[in-house]
């Protein structure tokens, strides 16, 4: 979940990051050492607040540069499209204590999970053209996002966002549903995590199809039930998580609760849809796996697309987790021959004609 607040043309860098803290330090008491901000490495404005109004020493505001290849390729510099509005972003980061591995941002170790952004400031204050140069906005604007899950976590003392209590509750419901009393299995995450983005999506309207954002949907409940039918789960249980997800979140979300038969249902058909090639899928993906192999061929990718429904990422997640890749270009190729086979085949022939030498139809007026 996103927390956020904009400004169309009215307060800008100063109250922005004079707001944020404020709530970040006095409202939710979160300490001030334990926060480091980062800016745009041209953006002296933002430096300046920081350190200047806000008080932040030197060392914790960081300056990223472009570091994406090119300019305004930036981790801190956000752009709506390849032209737009654009503009500088300066990121509030929480240290998490050296306990735990990695370094501060545009440090090499900031992959690690010690220094977790929680708060980023958009400044829109550019207009980017097709040349790459920009030009200021007569009206500049605000935007920014806060993770909820990631204050959660540091408001409730835990690392890992799947350690809050709304996750714990959860990831309990998908033990009990799988029958997995190992609450620190990784597909118990995974299908906690998919059962809130997949039935929320459902409630808005998206339905599970083979296109656009309907198989981004497919693709998200297919992976949790593999994730299940991992864990020993040989039928329907993910819409079984409908129900708690609801008494959790249903209060917040009212629309989640009105639309929960509906969800289940949803969820349901599709798990039984699936369940039907499952296992033929999974057992022909072992056998191409077994003789160790370190590629899946793409055919065989494709075929378990296909014929047994298995989303490419899927099919990518069981090979990641047994050190094989898949062969990609072969599984487009595959695909691709099969497009071009369903053109020919249904390609309609102008140059054909139907004669019919049949009696002439006479209009006898209306009975």
Not at 51 to 61: N, Q, Y
Not at 73 to 89: E, R
Not at 220 to 235: D, E, P, T, V
Not at 284 to 306: C, S
């Amino acid at each position: 979940e996103m927390l956020g607040n904009w400004s169309f043309g009215d307060y800008f860098k100063k109250e922005s990051i004079a707001w944020g803290w404020e709530l970040l330090t006095q409202v939710y008491g979160l300490p001030a050492d334990k926060l480091t901000a980062t800016v745009y490495h041209e953006d002296d404005e933002a430096y300046d607040i920081w350190t200047k109004d806000i008080g932040l020493p030197p060392e914790r505001v960081i300056r990223i540069g472009d570091n994406k290849g090119g300019k305004y390729k930036s981790d801190n510099f956000w752009m709506m499209a390849d032209t737009g509005p654009c503009g500088p972003c300066s990121e509030i980061f929480y240290d998490h204590g050296p306990h735990i591995p990695g370094g501060p941002p545009g440090s090499p170790e900031e992959d690690g999970d010690r220094f977790i952004e929680i708060w980023n400031h958009v400044f829109m204050q550019f207009e980017m053209h097709e040349d790459g140069s920009v030009t200021r906005l007569p009206a500049p604007c605000v935007d920014t996002g806060m993770g909820l899950e990631r204050l959660a976590a540091i408001l409730q003392h835990v690392h890992s966002n799947y350690e809050i209590d709304l996750f714990e509750k959860l990831i309990a419901a998908a033990g009990q549903a799988t029958g997995c009393a190992d609450l620190a299995n990784p597909s118990l995450k995974v299908i906690a995590d998919h059962i809130r983005a997949t039935a929320f999506l459902v409630s808005d309207g998206v339905i599970p199809s083979n296109e656009g954002r309907g198989y981004v949907q497919r693709r998200i409940i297919r992976r949790a039930i593999r994730h299940g039918y991992k864990l020993g789960q040989k039928q329907p249980f993910f819409h079984k998580l409908v129900a708690p997800l609801v008494e959790l979140m249903g209060a917040a979300y009212p629309r989640l609760q009105a639309e929960a038969k509906r969800v289940e249902e949803v969820l349901k058909a599709e798990e039984e849809r699936f369940f039907e090639t499952l296992a033929n899928g999974m057992e022909i993906l072992d056998d191409a796996l077994i003789a160790g192999r370190k590629e899946l061929p793409g055919h065989v990718a494709f075929k378990l697309h296909d014929t047994y429904g298995f989303p490419l990422d899927l099919t990518q997640d069981v090979c990641r987790e047994r050190g094989v890749t898949v062969d990609v270009a072969g599984f487009d190729e595959a695909m691709a021959q099969q497009k071009a086979a369903g053109r020919a085949a249904g390609k309609f022939r102008m140059d054909k004609q139907v004669e019919y030498g049949g009696a002439a139809n006479v209009f006898t007026g209306y009975d």
